[in-house]
Each structure stands twice: as C-alpha cells, then as structure tokens.
C-alpha cells in the first residue's frame, strides 16, 4: 500500500463534518469543539475500513474518548473484553488495550487475526514476572493452585491453574481452592490485588510482587486529604490500588464495577482513583455528575490513538502471535476462568 493511498480521505470535509456529527454529539462535554476537524476524518474512515474488512475494536475502559466512544464496537473491562473476543465472529479483531489484552484475544479465537495498533503498548504488571517464575513457584509451592491476574503474558498464563480479572478474583479464588480441597493459593502477579483480595475471602494467599505503575501511586493520605477539601464526594478506587487506598475509598471495583457505581448512583462529586480516561468517558454519559482529579495516566494505553488504528487496519499491522502450544495452556487457565465469572454485556 502506497504512502499515498493511506493518507487518503483525512480532510474535514463538509462531508465528513455531517458524516460524524451525531459521534461529535457524544463526547461534545469532553472533547473540546477545536479538536474535532482534526479527529473527524480520521473516525470516518477507521469506521468506513473496519466494516471493509470485517474487523471489530474492542477498546478498554481506558481508551480516550475518541477511540472509547467514536470507532469502538465494544468497550469494557478486561473480563468483557474477553467473553466478547471468544464469541465474536469477526475475522479481525483490533485491540485498543494493551499487549496482554491482544494476547488473550488471540488465545481466545487462535482462528482470527488479532491486532494491536502499537506493539509497545505494555504493563509493568504483565512485565513483572515470566514463565520460569511461575514454575519455581510451582516446585515451592507444588500442591497449591495458581491463579493468575489476566495483566500476565500467555507464557505465565500457560502456566497456570486459572486466571482471572479484577471483577472475578475473589470468586476465582474461592472457586479453585474449593475445587482442588486448598486452604491456600498462589495468586500473581499484582501484590495489591492479592492483599484486596485476601481482605474479602478467607483462603490464604502466597503473592508475587508485582504492581501496577499507574496505581501503586495513590495513597491513603490522599483520600483523607481529598475529603477534607471536598466534603460529600465519593469515592472510587480500582483494586490495584494499595490495600489502605481501598480500605478509605466508598467503592472498589473493576472499571466496569466503577462505571456501573456511577451510572446507578450519580454521586454529585466523585474522584476515580485509577486512569484519567475513566472520568472523561463516564463523563460523556453522564452530565450531571462533577468528576474531581487526581487521576492518572497509564502510558501504555495511551499509546493506543486514533492514527495508529487506522494504520493498523491499513497495513493490518501489528498482528499478535501466540505459540499454539503455549496458546492451548493457556486457553484451558482462560477458559477456567469464564466458567467462574458471572456474563455481563459488553456491547457499546
Ligand atoms: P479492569 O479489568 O478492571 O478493566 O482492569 C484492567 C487494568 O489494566 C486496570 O489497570
Ligand atoms: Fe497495566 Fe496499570 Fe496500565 Fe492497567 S493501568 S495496563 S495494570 S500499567
């Protein structure tokens, strides 16, 4: 494909202006009118070329409003975005995620070509352990089962009882410690999610000490301090946070958890103590709540951007693979998985 051939189409044209209008009327609250001509012709042709190709996006909660709102077909947290990669029938799948949530795609529908728009796109709790890791785990700890945070390359995946999410973890791990007769599991590789989950169960857990780099930075202090400034606003935190981050918070929950809190609730004031694009997309559907900072960004999401989608679905770049070996391992921890969790609806 020529140079010129990509960059086709990507005026704001009256045409383009009209064709997209009604997205525009989306996230008009969040996306300031001056950036518009320039993210405009960039989502009419991503959708014109994705329905082209059979393709679908699955974009996660963290995608900024353009991507989450604009191009995606279906939006969630990790474990939806997994029930709706084994059951799409696409033949193309576009992550707008990160690394790890492309490999469980692929894993769940080896068939499909799965792509990610910026193979960079990563997470330091995927980063934080390998398969050789995990089987000295295992001949320490040789009777005890192994769940898995989905953050996790398919070669730990692969070696591993079951994974799970940051919505399941506790039901996971309640269910394989029943299933295997345990009083104890070995859960990697995030050392918060795994102090949260023992909070709430009572199997005792052997953690890894893995962190996730957007959420490890809040602290306790900052919700006392937030509260006293802002008295009356609620608020939320995702279980990667540190154990006293969710021990002072009003909700805790996976980012789908969070969004539904919000949605059925409507707090007046609410801060999210997790990545910056939650607010922003909630915030598109719901008028009448103020969002307060802190927030963080994840720099491995944010790589993902509406340029890079539209390349990827050009050049059909860059398609992630799994050793089918490593791949089948991994399927059976996934799929172990997605009889645990109770099915919840992902589509946008
Ligand atoms: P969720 O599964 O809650 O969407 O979390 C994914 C993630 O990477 C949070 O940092
Ligand atoms: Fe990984 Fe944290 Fe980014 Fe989620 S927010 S993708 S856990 S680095």
């Known amino acids: 494909m020529t140079a010129h051939s990509i960059e086709r189409n990507l005026a704001y044209t009256p045409q383009v202006a009209a064709a997209t209008r009604e997205l525009y009327a989306k996230v008009s609250n969040v996306v300031p009118e001056i950036e518009w001509p320039a993210f405009a012709p960039l989502i009419a042709e991503i959708n014109r070329l994705k329905k082209e190709r059979g393709a679908v996006i699955l974009a996660h909660n963290y995608q900024t409003p353009e991507i989450f709102h604009c191009v995606a077909d279906f939006v969630g947290d990790s474990l939806q975005l ?42 330091s709790l995927a980063a934080s352990i390998t398969g050789a890791d995990v089987r000295l785990l295992k001949q320490k700890y040789p009777n005890l089962p192994v769940v898995t945070y989905v953050n996790t390359s398919a070669e730990v995946k692969a070696e591993s009882d079951i994974t799970c999410t940051s919505s399941n973890a506790v039901a996971v791990v309640e269910s394989i410690a029943k299933e295997r007769g345990v009083d104890t599991v070995i859960f990697i590789p995030d050392k918060f999610l795994a102090q949260n989950v023992a909070n709430q169960t009572k199997i005792k857990i052997i953690a890894w000490h893995g962190r996730c780099e957007v959420h490890e930075r809040f602290t306790a202090d900052d919700i006392r301090r937030f509260k006293a400034d802002h008295p009356g606003a609620i608020v939320l935190a995702h279980p990667e946070c540190p154990a006293e981050v969710v021990a002072e918070c009003d909700f805790a929950g996976s980012t789908s958890a969070m969004t539904d ?74 799929e ?3 009889a645990v969790g109770k099915p919840k609806p992902a589509v946008h």
């Open 261 to 334: 809190y919000v949605v059925k609730n409507r707090p007046a004031r609410v801060v999210m103590l997790t990545e910056c694009s939650m607010a922003d997309n909630i915030q598109a559907q719901v008028r009448d709540v103020e969002f307060l900072r802190p927030c963080n960004l994840c720099p491995h999401m944010k790589r993902i951007t509406l340029d890079k989608i539209l390349r990827s679905l050009q050049t059909m770049q860059f398609e992630v693979k799994v050793d089918p070996a490593v791949a089948t391992r991994a399927k059976a921890a996934v």
């Open 82 to 123: 997994a029930r709706e990669a084994a059951k799409t029938d696409a033949k193309i799948i576009v992550q707008a995620g990160v690394h790890f949530m492309a490999e469980t795609s692929k894993i769940l529908s080896p068939e499909k070509t799965v792509l990610i728009p910026d193979l960079e796109a990563g997470c």
């Open 336 to 338: 172990r998985m997605l």
